[in-house]
């Protein structure tokens, strides 16, 4: 099969200033997953790759470059999902952790669980032989500034990807630092298996974006997934997962990205914006600020 990825640099209303920067990382996150795919390998690691590109990137909210919650404390969560063997491996309120996406990984191929949380999340890490970072050190002087002026619009987002591989096998991943200036604890749909992300073999994979509360309640994910499962291509998913969310909240706040079990691409979103990179039926990689910018 011909292998496919799409990623996302979040959903929101970010400073237009900043598309260059956003479209630089997701060409690059394209270009590392597609990489893999490429080389033969497996979709898991295509989206696992892709999305550390993004947690190094500053100007996106996962890994380094987060914003910290009310407290000024830096806690992530990250959710990779195997479309395989339907397992999963998800972690939430990590301080320590520079690639909280790897964390998750491990936590699906090298424990008997599937979700680790706080200070036990960190001290799993560290037992599997990831090193712990002092929270501090993945707060950009930028997050930092915008705790302080406790106002972080006009930033960009969470990130993710979902890929199918060569062998038709999907994969889902999410990573972000949650809503900026969050209350401690607060945990969003992003780590959640069927909110901010999921993959089946054969029917496809999606990972969603936005206002993690109304995510989380419309299992968005699950049902973009079960539309799929119903014969929709990804992109008539998409489209009925959002008015779905729609019809729920006044201001549902989701985008998605989605790849169907034939391996067609989707996007769709109810905020002013959504940053994507793709490889598109051209074999060149793409990027788009505006899902009315995504063809395939
Ligand atoms: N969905 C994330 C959350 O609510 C935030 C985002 O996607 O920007 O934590």
Redesign the pocket.
């Known amino acids: 099969m011909e292998p496919r990825i799409i990623v996302h640099g979040?959903a929101?209303d970010w400073a237009d200033d900043l598309h260059g920067a956003m479209a630089g990382y997701l060409q690059q996150a394209t270009a590392v997953g597609w990489g893999v795919l490429q080389a033969g390998g497996s979709a898991l690691d295509a989206v696992e790759r892709a999305v550390n590109v993004l947690e190094d990137a500053p100007v996106f909210?996962a890994g380094t470059g987060g914003i910290p919650n009310a407290d000024g404390v830096l806690e992530m969560?990250a959710l990779i999902v195997d479309g395989a063997t339907h397992k999963f491996g998800a972690v939430a309120a990590v301080r320590q952790v520079q690639y909280p996406i790897s964390l998750a990984r491990k936590v699906l191929e090298e424990t008997d669980h599937c979700f680790f949380v706080g200070a036990g999340a960190d001290q799993l890490a560290a037992r599997l032989g990831m090193p712990l970072v002092p929270n501090a050190r993945l707060i950009t002087p930028e997050a930092f500034a915008q705790f302080k002026r406790a106002d972080a619009t006009g930033t960009a987002?969470?990130v993710g990807a979902v890929a199918m591989d060569s062998m038709g096998n999907v994969a889902a991943a999410t990573s972000?630092s949650?809503?900026p200036l969050k209350p401690a604890g607060r945990v969003?749909?992003?780590p959640l298996l069927g909110s901010?992300g999921f993959a089946w073999n054969g029917v496809g994979a999606a990972g969603a974006?936005?206002?993690?509360e109304n995510?989380m309640q419309a299992l968005l994910t699950k049902y973009t997934c079960d539309k799929m499962a119903q014969g929709f291509t990804a992109q008539e998913a998409a489209n009925a997962a959002i008015h779905y969310i729609d019809g729920m909240f006044v201001n549902s706040m989701a985008g998605l990205i989605v790849i169907d079990g034939r391996g067609r691409l989707g996007v769709a979103h109810s905020t002013p914006k959504i940053a994507i990179g793709w490889v598109g039926d051209d074999g060149a990689i793409h990027t788009a600020m505006d899902g009315s910018g995504f063809k395939k």
């Open positions: 979040g929101w909210e969560d987002d969470t972000t949650g809503l969003g749909d992003s901010g974006t936005g206002y993690g995510i």
